[in-house]
């Protein structure tokens, strides 16, 4: 996996940490809370694919619309 990859996945989880702080809930454990991270930046990707966007841009929207 790339470097702006692992970045980008990263980032996602920092996203999510906040989000779970945010609403009050627990976070998961490592493991899921990347897995969940991986799955968010490859839908991401597809969706900078098909409409264009910045990732991140769109990994944020993601995270804050679905409440993780």
Not at 11 to 23: D, G, I, T
Not at 34 to 57: C, K, P
């Amino acid at each position: 996996m790339g470097f702006l990859k692992n970045q980008q996945i990263k980032a996602a989880m920092r996203l999510l940490a906040w989000q779970y702080e945010k609403s009050a809930r627990p976070l998961p454990e490592r493991t899921l809370l990347e897995q969940r991270a991986r799955q968010l930046v490859d839908d991401a990707h597809r969706i900078a694919r098909e409409r264009g966007g910045n990732v991140l841009s769109i990994l944020k929207e993601m995270v804050t619309d679905k409440g993780c």
